[in-house]
């Protein structure tokens, strides 16, 4: 196993700490965009946004289905 999937609330804290600890012990790391709730949209926007430019990927659940297969 080398990817971690990271679902869950509060994405501009618990989740994007938890994708960046993936990455920094050598995982590749997905933020599942519609997995992932926030308070406010702006929130979840900026965090998506910036985890893509500087620590992994960011694919919505169907995204993920597909790129392994189901």
Request: proline share 0%; net charge negative; aromatic share 4%.
């Amino acid at each position: 196993m080398d990817t971690v999937l990271v679902a869950g609330t509060k994405t501009n804290v618990c989740c994007d700490s938890t994708a960046r600890d993936a990455m920094m012990l050598d995982f590749k790391s997905v933020l599942v965009s519609d997995c992932c709730a926030a308070l406010s949209d702006d929130e979840h926007l900026a965090t998506l946004e910036t985890f893509i430019q500087q620590f992994g990927d960011v694919m919505s659940a169907d995204e993920v289905l597909a790129s392994i297969g189901k």
